[in-house]
């Protein structure tokens, strides 16, 4: 059985940082890119940032480009998402994905809330 575990959301104040943390199961980690997603209440889920497993490159959304890293540690088959300086309108429930040639998967969600 997949499952896609997140953790490390919380409240932060604006300009703060976190560090969400997505934890694999039951897969091949390193066969998986690995992203983040996010979405906030009313809109729809976009993409934040991915790793790719297949030559280690990164990609980011513009909006958090400069303010987000994502990195991944094989040996604990875990992807962290970095996330500093935030905004208010960085405020959303996270989303770990996990997707192959074959098939994909996603975590439960981990809530990120910004205050002012």
């Known amino acids: 059985q997949v499952q896609l575990v997140e953790s490390g959301g919380g409240l932060v104040q604006a300009g703060g940082s976190l560090r969400l943390s997505c934890t694999a199961s039951?897969?091949?980690?390193?066969?998986?890119?690995i992203a983040w997603f996010r979405q906030a209440p009313g809109k729809e889920r976009f993409f934040v940032a991915s790793?790719?497993?297949?030559?280690?490159?990164?990609y980011y959304a513009d909006s958090v480009k400069g303010r987000f890293t994502i990195s991944r540690d094989i040996a604990k088959n875990t992807v962290y998402l970095q996330m500093n300086n935030l905004k208010l309108e960085d405020a959303a429930v996270y989303y770990c994905n996990a997707i192959s040639d074959k098939d994909q998967y996603w975590g439960q969600g981990t809530q990120v809330t910004v205050s002012s």
């Open positions: 790793h790719v497993h297949k030559d280690g490159s990164t």
């Open positions: 039951g897969l091949t980690f390193n066969q998986y890119t």
